[in-house]
């Protein structure tokens, strides 16, 4: 993404600032605060456009898992492949 001098309100980098402030001001977890933010801003959670916010807050989404993890899960279950991914879980 280029850098901009003014982002709207449903652009990914605005959504993943307010996710995680509102996470942070609030304790809730920082995808369900993505998810309000999101919603908030016309944008369906979970959709791929809302996959780029979560990214940028650091929760990207891994395809093998089918779930959002921080980076460092991501990229093991992307090393070990569909079969394996679960593994990425369970290692440190």
């Known amino acids: 993404m280029r850098k901009q001098a003014?982002?709207?309100i449903d652009h990914?980098?605005?959504?993943?600032?307010?996710g995680m402030v509102?996470?942070?001001r609030t304790g809730r977890d920082?995808?369900?605060s993505l998810a309000e933010?999101?919603?908030a801003a016309g944008v369906r959670p979970y959709s791929d456009y809302f996959d780029d916010a979560a990214r940028l807050a650091g929760l990207p989404y891994c395809r093998a898992l089918d779930l959002y993890v921080d980076r460092a899960t991501?990229?093991?279950a992307d090393r070990l492949g569909?079969?394996?991914a679960h593994l990425a879980?369970?290692?440190?």
Do not use: G
């Not at 990914?12 to 307010?18: E, H, Q, Y």
């Open 6 to 8: 003014h982002y709207s």
């Open 12 to 18: 990914p980098v605005t959504i993943a600032l307010t």
């Open 22 to 24: 509102t996470a942070l």
């Open 30 to 32: 920082l995808l369900a």
């Open 37 to 39: 933010r999101a919603e």
């Open 74 to 76: 991501k990229r093991r």
């Open 82 to 84: 569909y079969h394996q």
């Open 89 to 92: 879980l369970c290692s440190a």
